[in-house]
């Protein structure tokens, strides 16, 4: 079955740019998207299609994927973008997660 | 707005099933599939499903194959995610979330989450 990869933790400063990485075979063929998951609530969509922002998502969340890996990248990143991120993508009809990423934002 | 709202709170022993119901309004409920998506406590998001409310079509997760039933009510805008069978290890937060549209397949709305504990 098909997996994606990604780091249990990432650390970043406030104000600084925070990457996270999503992993899988031949990922580029697939189009990705990343949800925000803050302790206690639904998660949220912030990118799609690689690298669309739905409606109300702030320009600082971006994607790209490339190859293998995808990533998302927010920018300026602000306390309140402290949360657990997933990537997913579609395998032959099957909707896959990655492992979640914890953004540590201190 | 769009929204979705679930069925509450589950408590089952193992070996029964459970059914829950994610109620969609706001949008033409046909016209976009929806995902079922759980998450065990302290763990990540696991895609368990998903279902046309247009005809009932349905495609489920090959670890789930045999055991969810995923149905659509479209005179209540309802659908419904049935997991039968239930262990220790289905103790979880199940949501149900709706597709952005056209040929995007990301989940942009989504309900508010049912949690369902097994235990005897």
């Known amino acids: 079955s098909y997996e994606l990869t990604q780091p249990p933790s990432v650390s970043v400063s406030p104000g600084q740019t925070a990457s996270i990485t999503c992993s899988g075979n031949?990922?580029?063929?697939?189009?990705v998207c990343w949800y925000q998951q803050k302790p206690g609530q639904s998660p949220v969509l912030v990118v799609y299609?690689?690298?669309k922002r739905p409606s109300g998502i702030p320009e600082r969340f971006s994607g790209s994927n490339s190859g293998s890996t995808a990533t998302l990248t927010i920018s300026g990143t602000q306390v309140m973008d402290e949360a657990d991120y997933y990537c997913?993508?579609?395998?032959?009809?099957?909707?896959?997660f990655g492992g979640g990423t914890k953004l540590t934002v201190l | 707005q769009v929204q979705l709202v679930q069925s509450g709170a589950e408590v089952k022993r193992p070996g029964a099933s459970v059914k829950i119901s994610c109620e969609a309004s706001?949008?033409?409920?046909?016209?976009?599939?929806i995902d079922w998506v759980r998450q065990a406590p302290g763990q990540g998001l696991e895609w368990m499903g998903i279902?046309?409310?247009?005809?009932?079509?349905?495609s489920y997760a090959q670890k789930f194959q045999g055991r969810v039933t995923m149905t659509r009510d479209a005179s209540t805008n309802t659908v419904y995610m049935e997991l039968s069978s239930l262990r220790s290890e289905d103790t979880a937060v199940y949501y149900c979330?709706?597709?952005?549209?056209?040929?995007?397949?990301?989940?942009?709305?989504w309900g508010q989450g049912t949690r369902v504990t097994v235990s005897s």
């Open positions: 706001g949008y033409t409920f046909t016209s976009y599939f």
């Open positions: 031949k990922l580029e063929d697939k189009y």
């Open positions: 279902i046309d409310p247009s005809g009932g079509t349905t």
């Open positions: 299609q690689d690298s």
């Open positions: 997913q993508a579609w395998d032959i009809n099957t909707g896959v």
């Open positions: 979330a709706r597709v952005i549209g056209g040929a995007d397949t990301a989940m942009l709305f």
